[in-house]
């Protein structure tokens, strides 16, 4: 085994890098496992003044929060938690504000990130009182989903005030392909927050690269703590993520049907047993059984098996009739081509789709939507997105940390 040794890839961003040369999943391990390599701490023997960015996904593989693990480090004087969407528990629902709160363990107090249906920025006194901000949160692979962009305005900040980003990486539970478009300028928000694919196959440390490489004016010094023999195919356990993020397979399902429960009249199981795992119409819709069978054909060819469903919903107490979804190979399972197969399965069969206004902002271009509606063309649609993924992959590749890299998937 090589000793560790920090690898510059460009002006104020440092990676932490470990080879070895026979490895086995056997011995994986997380960022925050391979903390004792963060340099810092070696070289200075003296007591750090942190912060940390953090929620319930944040453990190590023995069920340690990082937050213990931080507060019980002698050379780490962690003062603040700070909490992402959906809070430190994971248990607040998606857009509803986040309040501060006080760790039962440590004592610390925990400062909400996140308020009245967006983003807080880091208070900057909170930065400015710390020589480090440690990052830990789990990602689900999803560009619209937020916890990355909560990674993007705490890089922001602490460009600002010249202070330290540590993140401690961890798995993308979708696997390597990277699809879909990216964000037109028009269209950013704190659901799209960074122009990287919809489906981006990063992990939250590549991320942290791309935006300190390609998109912030003022780079920040970052230091990537990285897994130990991860390979991106890999399976790894999915837990809890938030509300309706509960499972390996909602966290699956959610690579398109976080999308499609943006569509009216159709429903994804918000508020039933298996949230992000059902695609259904209202009973009333009438839409015949042979139709639901050939849906379901169209989604067995993406890998996606599925059984006919009947189900109720707390949030609209309204009876669905649908399918069941069960994704097996989720690395090899087109999220984005499920998306259109299906959206353009529903408006074949007279269904009139009302795509919401946040439709747009999460898929981050209107273009997908004008092509279901009949606006532009397969052709143009796919000229779009082909050529914003390859401009992508050329941008990626200095920001890659794991192998095998992740695979653009053309339109």
């Known amino acids: 085994m090589k000793t560790v040794v920090p690898r510059i890839l460009f002006a104020g961003t440092i990676v932490i890098s ?22 810092p701490l ?66 610390l107090p925990i400062i909400s990130l996140y308020k009245d249906g967006s983003g807080k920025h880091i208070p900057e006194q909170i930065v400015s009182d710390v020589e480090v901000l440690f990052f830990d949160i789990q990602d689900c692979g999803m560009r619209h989903y937020t916890y990355i962009s909560t990674l993007f305005h705490v890089m922001k900040a602490a460009a600002f005030q010249k202070k330290q980003v540590v993140i401690f ?5 979708l696997g390597g392909l990277t699809e879909g478009p990216t964000v037109e300028d028009a269209l950013v928000s704190f659901i799209s927050i960074a122009p990287v694919p919809l ?36 399976h790894h356990p999915v837990k809890s993520l938030s509300p309706n993020i509960t499972s390996k397979q909602s966290c699956y399902g959610y690579s398109f049907l976080g999308l499609l429960g943006e569509v009216r009249p159709l429903d994804v199981g918000l508020g039933s047993k298996y949230s992000f795992r059902c695609i ?33 919903t707390s949030r609209k107490k309204v009876d669905f009739h649908g399918l069941l979804i069960k994704i097996q190979k989720v690395s090899t399972t087109s999220s984005f081509n499920a998306l259109l197969e299906t959206l353009l399965f529903f408006k074949s069969h007279g269904i009139a789709l009302t795509f919401s206004p946040y439709f747009d902002k999460a898929i981050g271009t209107s273009k997908v939507r004008e092509y279901v509606q009949g606006v532009i063309s397969q052709n143009e649609l796919k000229a779009y997105i082909n050529d914003q993924l390859k401009q992508f992959k050329d941008k990626m590749s200095s920001c890659i940390l794991y192998s095998p890299e992740p695979q653009i998937v053309l339109l």
Do not use: C
Not at 18 to 39: C, D, I, P, R, W
Not at 60 to 75: C, E, N, S, V, Y
Not at 282 to 301: C, F, H, M, V, Y
């Open 18 to 39: 470990t080879f070895f040369a026979m490895v086995s999943a056997s011995q994986f391990k997380l960022g925050v496992e391979n903390f004792s390599h963060y340099v």
């Open 42 to 107: 070696q070289a200075h023997q003296k007591k750090i003044s942190a912060a940390l960015i953090t929620n319930h996904t944040a453990i190590d593989q023995a069920g340690k929060r990082t937050i213990d693990t931080l507060a019980a480090h002698p050379f780490v004087d962690l003062k603040y938690i700070l909490s992402p969407e959906h809070g430190i528990t994971g248990t607040v629902a998606a857009a509803l504000s986040v309040q501060d709160s006080y760790d039962a363990t440590t004592k």
């Open 169 to 173: 990486d961890r798995p993308n539970p």
């Open 199 to 234: 489906r981006h196959g990063l992990t939250m440390g590549e991320l942290a690269q791309f935006f300190n490489e390609h998109m912030l004016e003022k780079k920040v010094n970052i230091v990537v703590v990285p897994m130990k023999n991860y390979q991106r195919n890999m």
């Open 280 to 312: 259904g119409l209202p009973k009333d819709a009438n839409i015949p059984q042979r139709a639901w069978w050939r849906l379901a054909e169209i989604l067995k060819k993406h890998g996606i098996k599925t059984i006919a469903y009947d189900y109720t």
